[in-house]
């Protein structure tokens, strides 16, 4: 078993930013990839972010440019760094790490942005 969470949630006006973390825990030993989902109210999770093992990345083209995934293999620890945060970037933010044959999902971080 895996255990994820998530820390660095809050309150920001659009142009702040924020930087969340995920810690694993457990079991976390040959953890594959790690990403950031998050949901909206009333819509589905979507992909925000995620990062291989050797630290290649991937991004929503939404968040490209403003957003930085990074990961701490030592401390099993990722990051979300978020900039220039906008209204619609509002929601739950989810950690989630596959460690094969299961993917591990944290229960959330709320995200708000204020206009």
């Known amino acids: 078993q895996v255990q994820l969470v998530e820390s660095g949630g809050g309150l920001v006006q659009a142009g702040g930013s924020l930087r969340l973390s995920c810690t694993a825990s457990?079991?976390?030993?040959?953890?594959?990839?790690m990403g950031w989902f998050r949901q909206a109210p009333g819509k589905e999770r979507e992909l925000v972010a995620d990062i291989t093992s050797g630290s290649s990345t991937n991004y929503a083209d939404s968040v490209k440019g403003r957003f930085t995934i990074s990961r701490d293999n030592a401390k099993n620890t990722m990051y979300l760094q978020m900039n220039s945060l906008k209204p619609e970037d509002t929601g739950v933010y989810y950690c989630?790490?596959?460690?094969?044959?299961?993917?591990?999902w944290g229960k959330g971080t709320l995200v708000t942005v204020s206009s």
């Open positions: 989630s790490a596959r460690r094969p044959p299961r993917t591990y």
């Open positions: 457990g079991s976390s030993f040959s953890i594959n990839d």
